[in-house]
């Protein structure tokens, strides 16, 4: 079988995140504009390639206050900063409905190798004949890698923000009209 192109479904797909506050809850978040490539050879994922571009400015945690924070030079910087992008290097199979994914990621213009942990939801046909995909990921990287540094110390010991950024990526993808069928 032949690397395929998949379109990514913004609308039944997501970037989230969370991250320790207070050293005692999580705040969840997401990106809600973001984009992408997705090729994918199923006899050999080798073949197969993904590449993200993530709207800094999207970020969403549902508080305005926050959101314009984490905006700022003291985490993603969009100013200086735009984009958020991720870019396979090499994709393998762990088992029957799992894979791989290694790639870089790049926040604040510093970029890291991450690995994500992808299970594989399947393949369906959609009432209208689209052949579609789906995939679930995970993978968690430390903040202060990508120079976002700012805390603040607590005055009963540990600090307000945690330095572990789990990340969960839920994604349907469709081929495009003329390849379905």
């Given amino acids: 079988m032949a690397t395929e192109h998949w379109d990514f479904d913004p609308v039944h797909s997501s970037i989230n995140f969370w991250v320790r506050h207070l050293m005692v809850s999580k705040v969840h978040g997401r990106f809600s504009d973001w984009s992408g490539t997705l090729e994918l050879d199923d006899a050999d994922p080798s073949k197969s390639r993904i590449a993200v571009s993530i709207d800094a400015k999207s970020i969403d945690t549902r508080d305005e206050k926050r959101d314009g924070h984490l905006r700022s030079p003291d985490f993603l910087d969009v100013e200086n900063h735009p984009t958020l992008t991720f870019a396979s290097t090499a994709i ?16 604040r213009g510093t970029s890291r190798p991450v690995v994500l942990d992808v299970e594989i939801g399947g393949r369906a046909k959609d009432p209208w004949g689209s052949e579609r995909i789906g995939f679930s990921a995970t993978a968690a990287i430390d ?21 572990k950024v789990n990340i969960t990526i839920e994604v349907e993808a469709a081929k495009p009209a003329a390849a379905a069928g």
């Avoid at 393998?92 to 926040?107: C, F, Y």
Wanted: proline share 0%; net charge negative; glycine share 16%.
């Fill in 92 to 107: 393998e199979r762990n088992g029957d409905d799992r894979l791989q994914v290694h790639g870089n990621l790049t926040i």
């Fill in 143 to 163: 903040r202060k890698d990508y120079g976002l540094q700012w805390n603040m110390a607590l005055e009963t010991g540990g600090v307000l923000v945690g330095d």
